[in-house]
């Protein structure tokens, strides 16, 4: 599974369709293994008519005609089972540069302990002295992953005469709810509806935006007070936190204003009063600490007020200290999509294939299924301002 993942990752979606989804074997609509030399055969021919089809080459009645073969369709099923997985793979995520990925054997609550302490600087031992003692203390968060899915109807009909178009579609619509999904869940995790979490954002754990006042709206000077907060961060031993590379979060509402300042050259600041007043030009180091700027078009959905306006700085989910953690359920750790068996026989004998649809209406339903979960973590790893200046 982790090699097949690896190989996604590398696909573009013009590509996914065909010739570089279909290895030595396949997984079927069923998730069974299928590497018998006649499966491998029937699925590169499958994949090769669906392919002409698509592009023109083949008239659709070709494929009309194919799904009438003994278990052809459920090659079918592989293609568009690998579509999705293509597709997924292909649609941009962002949460995945603010926290970090994890998996987890089922659906009970799971514990993430974080340990604290022994870290402080080493004390000086006399000749004949005990060493002294060092406590470290721990923490622990908790989650549980859950099932999130669709399902699609179509019908006979539908299939028959729409000349592919729903075919062609249901991989990608279905990967793009997943990651959707993915995106809404891992805000609402920092997020609330008043803008940022105010359990997990909050004066006690020292990681709110101040300029003299706070929660200061996004603007150079906001930046500039962030990070002496960043950087005054320490752990149980008082040793400053290594946050490796930031990475700002903004809502589309602030997207200009942030790519303005990340890209400006320079920086001017004044210096002094009155008339002793200098002007320091600097080079822009905030590019330097900023690595990567996210911008979050869930934010204002979230947070129905103020997400215009809130900003976020998260620590590099590497070093060791990420503010979120999100968990797949392992062997699904990728949307999975299905097709419900149809509930009819020939007269003459035999089994019905999905394509042909269900006894009473001819409906073929997909269904796609998805497992994940996470928590917060770390508040020292993250900071933020709501951006109203109270």
């Known amino acids: 599974m982790s090699q097949f993942l690896e190989l996604l990752e590398t696909l573009r979606a013009e590509d996914a369709s065909v010739s570089r989804l279909f290895g030595d074997a396949g997984t079927s609509v069923r998730r069974m293994r299928r590497d018998s030399p006649k499966y491998r055969r029937m699925l590169t021919e499958a994949a090769e008519l669906v392919e002409g089809v698509y592009s023109g080459k083949r008239p659709t009645y070709h494929l009309q005609e194919a799904m009438s073969v ?28 603010i926290a970090r990925r ?46 999130y899915g669709r399902r699609v109807p179509l019908l006979w009909e539908t299939w028959i005469n729409d000349d592919l178009d729903g075919l062609r579609s249901i991989p990608e619509r279905l990967a793009k ?60 031993d008082g040793n ?9 979060v903004v809502p589309p509402a602030l997207a200009v204003q942030a790519r303005n300042v990340l890209n400006s050259t320079e920086i001017r600041i004044a210096s002094g009063s009155g008339a002793s007043t200098n002007q320091i030009i600097a080079k822009n180091w905030m590019a330097g600490e900023i690595t990567e700027l996210i911008v979050n078009p869930w934010l204002p959905i979230v947070s129905t007020t103020n997400g215009n306006t809130s900003w976020y700085l998260f620590a ?3 070093v060791g200290r990420p503010a979120v953690e999100v968990g797949f359920l392992r062997g699904n750790e990728t949307p999975a999509l299905f097709v419900k068996s149809p509930d009819a026989m020939r007269v003459g004998g035999g089994s019905v294939s999905p394509e042909e649809g269900d006894f009473d209406t001819d ?3 997909y269904r796609v299924r998805h497992v994940f979960g996470g928590v917060l973590m770390e508040p020292k790893a993250a900071f933020a301002s709501n951006g109203t200046n109270v």
């Open 316 to 318: 590099d989910p590497g």
């Open 70 to 97: 003994d278990d052809f369709p459920l090659l079918f099923g592989d293609i568009l089972d690998r579509q999705l997985l293509g597709m997924y793979a292909e649609w941009p995520t962002q949460w995945a540069m």
């Open 240 to 248: 400053p936190i290594f946050t490796g590379p930031l990475r700002l």
């Open 177 to 236: 709810a997943a990651r959707m999904s993915e995106e809404k869940f891992v805000t609402g995790l920092y997020a609330a509806t008043t803008g940022p979490n105010g359990t997990f954002f909050s004066a006690g754990n020292n990681n709110i935006v101040e300029t003299g006042t706070l929660n200061p709206a996004f603007s150079i000077t906001a930046l500039e007070a962030a990070f002496p907060v960043i950087w005054a961060q320490r752990d149980a």
């Open 363 to 365: 409906g073929i339903n």
């Open 102 to 147: 994890s998996t987890v054997r089922d659906f009970r609550t799971v514990n993430r302990f974080v340990t604290d302490g022994a870290e402080a600087v080493l004390s000086s031992v006399p000749p004949g002295s005990e060493y002294p003692e060092a406590a470290i203390s721990e923490a622990r968060y908790q989650y549980a992953v859950s099932k």
